[in-house]
């Protein structure tokens, strides 16, 4: 596959559902494997859970709706996606080349001991580099920073740094990435060169992530504008402005509502920086915007056509295998659909070129 052949894919998963069994009982510390994630066998569907703590499905299977392996008729006993084999092989089916890799959950690990927690992250991401090392030009399971406390994720990014890994996920809706103590964070990944992902996955506290319920799709919906909040933060409190090589990742934002937001953070800022006593922008927003965000999108019917008011250089397609609205095992005909009449060097950038440069 040459060069201008390659499709990168800047978003799919690797689920708690899918991770192996065995994966908290082998690698914590003998001291906290009691009280750490395992799988508790029942006769409807094995668990995850971590003490008292339901943390969720293992081995999913049942549900060919929400799996893209399953409705592609692929044999899947629950773990597939965590199999690196035979992950490489479901990428090449879908004529995707590398794939960054987000997880183990879209909510976090709902462990309320957080020094525990972080432990959980510590061994979810030493695994998580044993899973790239089976073709590092191919995968890139990110490592989740614990968030509880800003010295812990800085001392974390700093040995994932050393474990090969090449960006970070910090749960934002789990902290205030306001607060002053993340700044060193922001300094870290800025010096280490390492891209900060916020995810999808909280901001909401009207609707709840129900399956089988009407508030599953409302949810799902109005999940990527969540971010929102996280990007002006960033911007605003001069963190991103601070640290100007350090580049935001907005993962599963979409496209659509980013253009608004850009322009209304524009607007905002002519009125209201100029009376601020805490920190005063010396840039626009949309120009720091463009030069540290990106933001990742799935099928998306409008969101390749606003890409020329954002600038291609600040999007990257993904195709959130194995997730339902994953275009697998078609996503080079879902590319071909979506760009169809824009710019090839748009396609180019937004499908491989800035995921490339970023990750790989």
């Known amino acids: 596959m040459s060069a201008e052949q390659k499709i990168y894919s800047c978003d799919d998963h690797i689920d708690l559902w899918a991770l192996p069994p065995s994966l908290w009982e082998e690698r914590l510390p003998k001291g906290l494997r009691e009280r750490g994630p395992r799988v508790v066998q029942k006769p409807e569907q094995d668990f995850w859970v971590a003490g008292d703590v339901l943390l969720g499905a293992s081995r999913m299977t049942a549900s060919k709706g929400y799996s893209a392996i399953l409705r592609a008729g692929i044999e899947d006993d629950g773990l597939r996606a965590s ?34 927690k972080a432990e959980c992250l510590r061994a979810y991401n030493d695994w998580a580099g044993e899973f790239n090392a089976h073709d590092r030009n191919r995968l890139c399971v990110l490592p989740v920073l614990p968030a509880h406390d800003p010295k812990a994720a800085i001392a974390e990014l700093e040995r994932v740094a050393k474990l090969g890994h090449r960006g970070a996920i910090l749960y934002v809706f789990e902290t205030r990435v306001t607060d002053p103590g993340w700044e060193p964070l922001w300094s870290a990944a800025a010096s280490l060169a390492i891209p ?12 709840k992530m129900r399956p089988e319920s009407w508030e599953l799709a409302a949810w799902s919906a109005c999940a990527p ?12 409190s001069g963190a991103l402005e601070r640290n100007p090589k350090m580049k935001l990742v907005l993962a599963e934002a979409g496209i659509g509502w980013v253009p608004y937001i850009v322009e209304r953070m524009d607007m905002t800022a002519e009125k209201h920086v100029k009376n601020a006593k805490d920190y005063r922008l010396k840039a626009k927003p949309s120009e720091i ?72």
């Open 83 to 116: 199999n690196p084999e035979l992950r490489l092989q479901d990428m090449d089916l879908d004529g995707v080349y590398s794939s960054v890799i987000y997880g183990p959950s879209l909510l976090g690990l709902q462990i309320p001991d957080l020094e525990l």
């Open 289 to 360: 915007f463009k030069q540290q965000v990106l933001v990742t999108f799935e099928e998306e019917p409008l969101g390749p056509k606003l890409i020329p008011l954002l600038g291609a250089d600040s999007v990257m397609w993904a195709s959130d295998y194995p997730h339902p609205d994953s275009p697998f095992p078609h996503s080079r005909q879902a590319i071909e659909e979506a760009f169809a009449g824009l710019d090839p060097e748009i396609r180019r950038k937004a499908t491989a070129e800035n995921c490339r440069k970023l990750y790989f």
């Open 196 to 207: 900060i992902s916020f995810h999808i996955g909280g901001g909401m506290s009207l609707l």
């Open 225 to 236: 504008i969540q971010l929102d909040e996280a990007l002006a933060a960033m911007i605003f």
